[in-house]
Structures are given as C-alpha cells and as structure tokens.
C-alpha cells in the first residue's frame, strides 16, 4: 500500500499487528493490544454481522481506523471494544473489557467535546 491508495482497515489481528509496527507503535503497546484482541474474541465468540461475517472483525476493523487516525493506543483499545458492552458475550457475568486495562472502564463512557 502506498500513501496514495486510499485506506482500508485490517480485518485480521496479524494484519493489524503489522500496522500498528509498521506505524512505529512499541512492542509493549502492541502486546496491549494483542492482549486485547484475545478478550474481545472471548466476548465475540459465535457472533456475526448482518453481513456473516465474525463480529471480531468489525472490532479489528475499528483498532485498525484509529491507528490509521491517531496514535494513542488507548484509542485503538476502546475502538477495538466500542461494541463490547450492547454486543458482548460475558458467560461469567464480569464486563471482560476492564480485565484488558484499567482505562477500558470508562472509554465507552466520556462525552464528546
């Protein structure tokens, strides 16, 4: 891909690993992430979009938009969980999200401005 070609979200967390190196994002953030993606296919586990295709994918799609976007690596976390709490599974009853990072508990939860 080259800077002319328009951008098109990664679908798979190995392409979206490669992203987030390719943009200079350090090995520890990208375990974060990594972290990340391994409790959002728990909470999408057997979910599909109208489309068939798996829910995780969509989650990967939105991380792979806000890295394009932006550089903050929570950033990429909440649009990996911007789903997590109206289309989650839980099948222990804990929101999963705040067991990734102590920050996922409230970036469903700002308001803009």
Do not use: W
């Not at 679908?11 to 959002?40: F, H, P, W």
């Not at 550089?71 to 990734?100: E, I, N, T, W």
């Amino acid at each position: 891909m080259t800077k002319k070609d328009p951008f098109v979200p990664r679908q798979t967390n190995t392409a979206l690993y490669m992203q987030l190196y390719e943009n200079g994002y350090s090995v520890a953030d990208i375990a974060r992430v990594q972290k990340a993606y391994r409790v959002c296919c728990a909470m999408f586990n057997g979910r599909y979009r109208k489309t068939g295709r798996p829910f995780i994918c969509h989650a990967v799609g939105a991380a792979s938009s806000a890295a394009h976007f932006d550089k903050s690596v929570d950033l990429v976390l909440a649009a990996m969980f911007h789903a997590a709490y109206d289309s989650g599974h839980y099948p222990d009853g804990v929101q999963q999200a705040h067991r990734c990072t102590p920050q996922m508990a409230g970036a469903n939860n700002r308001s803009p401005g």
